[in-house]
């Protein structure tokens, strides 16, 4: 993590801030931090990209407070600053985060998630609380029931800005950009991956003559990440290798990720036969299941979390140091993601990915975004016949993904033309975003959940 010359204290942050800060024992903003104090304290729109576990929410958060410290309340009532972000568990570390950092001040503070009380959060609401966190269905539904305005509203920040639109939330951040004044509010977006054009058209209608900040680019290899590539035959060689790598890497603890919600569970309990202690996180859990499961793993009660992309986004737990993706997820910037679970903050981590038949698109779509040719590894008596497909080509007959191999399958993988590559899938994006914009200044249709995201979560917000 690039930590900037300058102390915390140099920014001229409000005391009560600088006091949280020296209570925490950090005494350095990070880069990130350091360049978007200014820009967000002087009032300027911004869209910020920088690592994963490169202190993005403080980048946020300390301007934000300082800002509401300093100044007069447009409005007594409403809030002052909203935060959104994609799932539930992010929201509620950022609000942890909130609740440390406003302790010795008056603001008066919410957390309004999706699958809890609807009518205790109407109660919190009518306390009038200044900064609220929230995930942005559970939001737009107290804007329909009108137990929430925004007219007052001065800061819209959104966490994971992009992954909130990859969930189908464009609906519910319209609604909430339209209940907001749009003159008097000033809007930020964060994320490690921003470059896609369903943001750049999401930021147009959110956003006012934004700066942009962009502390080393999505794609560029995260120093502090060892990150190893396995092949794999099927089902069972994957599950031999994930076995094989819990019993012998060293780690603290571990996050498994798989592409389906029943393959969670199934491998926790796989997983505790083995002697290896293990917990399934899932969108299908209630809530109540959902806390308790973060709140053991985060104790440490359980060696490896295994998940879906529900934990793929913001989630900051320093004692996870492997990050095991047992299938590969199908976009690319979740990779990034998922692998930012570990090496957070400066620490150290290792990420391994099992790439199978079936996630042979997703391993090219990978590698094309990270732009460099990736070498494969294998732990001896476990190597895989597999050894990946050829690139079509307009001459040989279409054959998909699934299929096994032929006997021509290539011995070692060759890197597609990685430039054409990215293009390209910058420019699906590109079409797909644009199903969800709208030129007539209508709300955009909810997208409908594409069969390639099983994992989503998002869209059980509510
Ligand atoms: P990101 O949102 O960029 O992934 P987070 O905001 O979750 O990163 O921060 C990652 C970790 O870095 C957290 O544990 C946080 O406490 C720590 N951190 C944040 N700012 C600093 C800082 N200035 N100095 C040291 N550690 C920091
Ligand atoms: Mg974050």
């Not at 006091?19 to 350095?28: C, D, E, M, Q």
């Not at 300082?66 to 959104?84: F, Q, Y």
Request: glycine share 6%.
């Amino acid at each position: 993590m690039t930590l900037s010359p300058e102390p915390f204290t140099d920014l001229g942050l409000d005391t009560r801030l600088v006091n949280v800060l020296n209570h925490l024992g950090l005494t350095t903003p990070t880069e990130i931090q350091d360049q978007a104090f200014p820009i967000i304290v002087s009032g300027h729109d911004l869209i910020a990209s920088s690592k994963t576990g490169s202190g993005k929410t403080l980048a946020f958060l300390l301007p934000a407070l300082h800002r509401l410290l300093t100044t007069k309340a447009l409005n007594k009532r409403d809030p002052r600053a909203l935060i959104l972000a994609p799932t539930r568990e992010l929201a509620k570390q950022v609000y942890e985060q909130l609740r440390t950092f406003t302790s010795g001040t008056d603001l008066n503070i919410a957390l309004l998630l999706g699958g809890e009380n609807f009518n205790e959060q109407i109660k919190v609401l009518r306390k009038y609380p200044q900064v609220i966190v929230a995930t942005p269905g559970r939001l737009a539904n107290h804007l329909t029931a009108r137990s929430i305005l925004l007219n007052g509203l001065e800061l819209l920040i959104m966490d994971e800005a992009d992954r909130m639109l990859d969930l189908g939330f464009a609906e519910q951040l319209n609604q909430i950009n339209d209940a907001a004044d749009h003159r008097r509010r000033q809007t930020l977006m964060f994320s490690a991956t921003l470059e896609h054009a369903a943001v750049n058209d999401m930021a147009n209608t959110l956003l006012k003559a934004p700066k942009r900040i962009a502390v080393g680019a999505a794609h560029t290899e995260h120093g502090d990440i060892e990150q190893r590539f396995y092949l794999c035959d099927h089902l069972d060689h994957k599950q031999a290798l994930l076995q094989h790598i819990l019993t012998t890497e060293p780690y603290q603890q571990a996050i498994v990720f798989t592409a389906t919600r029943p393959d969670t569970e199934r491998l926790a309990n796989w997983l505790n036969a083995q002697n290896v202690s293990s917990i399934a996180l899932s969108g299908e859990r209630s809530q109540g299941e959902r806390n308790k499961i973060m709140d053991s793993f985060s104790r440490g009660q359980h060696k490896v979390l295994v998940t879906t992309d529900v934990a793929s986004r913001g989630l900051d737990l320093l004692q996870v140091s492997l990050v095991i993706n047992f299938d590969l997820p199908k976009q690319a910037e979740e990779y990034v993601h998922r692998i930012g679970r570990t090496g957070r903050a400066g620490a150290k981590g290792v990420a391994l990915s099992l790439v199978g038949p079936k996630d042979w698109e997703a391993f090219k779509r990978i590698e094309a975004f990270l732009q460099h040719s990736i070498n494969f590894d294998h732990y001896a008596g476990l190597e895989a016949k597999f050894k990946g497909f050829r690139p079509k080509t307009r001459t040989q007959p279409k054959r998909s993904a699934h299929q096994a191999p032929s006997k021509s399958a290539v011995k070692s993988p060759k890197a597609a033309p990685k430039v054409v590559k990215a293009a390209k899938d910058r420019s699906d994006r590109h079409n797909h975003a644009n199903s969800l914009g709208s030129s007539d200044g209508m709300a955009p249709p909810k997208r409908k959940k594409p069969s390639l995201q099983r994992s989503d979560e998002g869209e059980q917000d509510l």
